[in-house]
């Protein structure tokens, strides 16, 4: 008689790692500050492995501990931890959010047509206006110092914005974002760019040219301000205007990256 086998024929499944490390990091996204034990309570695990997980993530940085105020840190003994996530630990999901972004805006477009798209985009831009407006203003009328404080203001919203001068003379200033929070929907929407595009001439009262953006295949989106132009001021465009109607003057630009 054939002896019956010791192994259990249906052997648990080895852990995913990366894949419960992920999942750990996307409730701390989701709902951080956020304990240890809440997270081993949310994924049925136990708090020891949460807790592995979580200072694989502390070196990576994608999380830290975040500092609580009020009754929460006036119970005796030693308080629980919390954990937000970083700016980096949240670009691991900006993919899903850009997707989410991306279906929206393709509804938009097929329920109220391609005018509202550009409705959208300058209402996008008029909000970054209002905020970078009273900036440019303290920098004075001067083109070159208003480029600055935008390059700026750009990098303290993520854009990684820095200036460089064009030609021997430094007759025009280059605009350099090399980070873009909405590439991958620009990839589609380029209307987001064009009233970006926009924006810049209003803000800085110069006519620029976009000459590369990362939505299309640039190293970082770049674009040339003129520095010996007049200022003008400029309106801003109608939404639904064809996007070939822009107020940029082509000029003499060399192209970069």
Known sequence: MTQPSTASPHRSPVPDEAGTRERVLELVVEKG???????????????????RHISHLQTQGQIVVH???????????????????????????????????????????????????????????????????????????????RAHALAVALTADGYAATTRAVGPKGFALQLCQGHC??????EHYPQLCEAETQAFSRLLGVHVQ???T??????VCTTHIPLSAVPTPLTRREPGLARSQTTTSPGDVTEGN
């Open 67 to 145: 500092e609580l105020a009020g009754p929460e840190v006036r119970r005796r003994g030693r308080p629980a931890r919390h954990y937000v996530a970083t700016d980096a630990g949240r670009a691991t999901f900006t993919d899903a959010y850009s997707d989410l972004a991306t279906h929206a805006l393709g509804f938009l477009e097929q329920v109220a047509g391609e005018g509202a798209l550009d409705a959208f985009a300058e209402s996008r831009v008029g909000e970054l206006e209002r905020r970078y407006a009273p900036l440019l203003a303290q920098a004075g009328p001067v083109p070159a110092a």
């Open 214 to 219: 990362l939505a299309t295949g640039g190293h």
């Open 181 to 186: 929070p909405v590439q991958e929907v620009a």
């Open 33 to 51: 500050p956020v304990t240890a034990a809440i997270l081993a309570r949310v994924l049925q695990l136990t708090p020891a492995a949460v807790r």
């Open 210 to 212: 976009r000459l590369a």
